[in-house]
């Protein structure tokens, strides 16, 4: 119950994000795809997406902006997991 609690936290603000429609279509692309527990890059996104290193740092920034995702501390520069927004 909790984790659907959460899925819809994040995409409310997802939604809440002064972000383009497209912008917002691909956070939560991401968001299905990785969940809560998956650590993801820009590689990651670049892959899943087929979008380039630039666009995918761009969709980094929004969400890190947003504060949506955390860094993720041992597994390289650059990697990244959706926040518990439920306390």
Known sequence: MLID???LLIQKA???LKVTK??????KMLFTEM???RIFGRREIMQMMNISITA????????????LIEDVKGFGKGKYKFIKLSK
Not at 62 to 67: D, I, P, S, T
């Open 5 to 7: 609690r959460e899925k």
């Open 14 to 16: 997802i939604d809440e």
């Open 22 to 27: 497209r912008t917002k279509v691909k956070a």
């Open 35 to 37: 969940g809560m527990e």
């Open 56 to 67: 995918a740092g761009n969709l980094l920034n929004n969400l890190k902006n947003g504060g």
